[in-house]
């Protein structure tokens, strides 16, 4: 079956440091992957999406990138955080409008 | 462009009673898949239900329905005996098979009163 990983669950990191998000998908091959953020009590906002190795497509300008370095593994980064970074990180793994899945979540704070 | 709409930002419901939670949908492609999430407080998305645009029958999983109307472009998610631990954020979300990404409601925050 397939399992999604992300992490880490929890991060606190000072303004100006960089980002790096994993999430890494098992059980499936060529899956679409997705990077949402989502305010407190907010809906999704889509960050970025892949449709396969090396292809992202952004949705909103800003100051995080993202890249698919292998099939099933998809990265947030930044080099250099704002405090409007904060907020709860999602990964999800989308098979053919059939199976979406996500992984746990990580709770970003700048500070 | 595909879009889902969820009206609903927040509801109350009785224990025990059945709650319907409404989603409407638009895209121009016939071949969609439609989904329904949970999120609880602690963050995490949980995966309800699933819709196929082609399935001549509403899903069900457990307590949950789905009510496909395709006609009316609907997919409500209906929880029947609702309990406490229902309480959560609920997003309704599509995508296809063609190139249109997953996208999601709004969400809807069900409150589920003892």
């Known amino acids: 079956s397939q399992t999604i990983h992300q992490w880490p669950a929890t991060l606190v990191q000072p303004v100006g440091s960089p980002l790096s998000l994993e999430c890494t998908v098992e059980?499936?091959?060529?899956?679409?992957l997705y990077w949402y953020r989502q305010a407190a009590g907010r809906g999704l906002q889509l960050l970025f999406y892949?449709?396969?190795?090396?292809?992202i497509s952004s949705e909103v300008p800003q100051n995080l990138s993202a890249s698919r370095p292998q099939d099933r593994q998809f990265i947030l980064s930044s080099k250099k955080l704002l405090l409007s970074d904060s907020g709860f990180y999602l990964c999800?793994?989308?098979?053919?409008?059939?199976?979406?899945?996500f992984g746990q979540g990580t709770r970003l704070t700048v500070v | 462009a595909q879009k889902i709409t969820q009206t609903q930002p927040g509801m109350f419901v009785q224990e025990k009673e059945a709650v319907t939670l409404d989603c409407t949908y638009d895209?121009?492609?016939?071949?969609?898949?439609l989904f329904w999430y949970k999120q609880p407080s602690s963050g995490e998305m949980i995966f309800l239900i699933y819709?196929?645009?082609?399935?001549?029958q509403n899903a069900t999983e457990g307590r949950y329905s789905l009510n496909f109307q395709k006609a009316r472009k609907s997919a409500n998610l209906v929880i029947s005996a609702s309990q406490l631990g229902d309480s959560a954020m609920y997003f309704c979300?599509?995508?296809?098979?063609?190139?249109?990404?997953?996208?999601f409601g709004t969400g809807t925050r069900l409150t589920i009163i003892p």
């Open positions: 819709q196929g645009s082609y399935d001549q």
């Open positions: 892949s449709v396969g190795i090396g292809q």
């Open positions: 999800a793994w989308e098979g053919g409008a059939t199976e979406a899945f």
């Open positions: 979300a599509m995508s296809n098979f063609g190139n249109e990404k997953l996208t």
């Open positions: 895209t121009s492609d016939p071949s969609y898949g």
């Open positions: 059980g499936t091959s060529n899956p679409n």
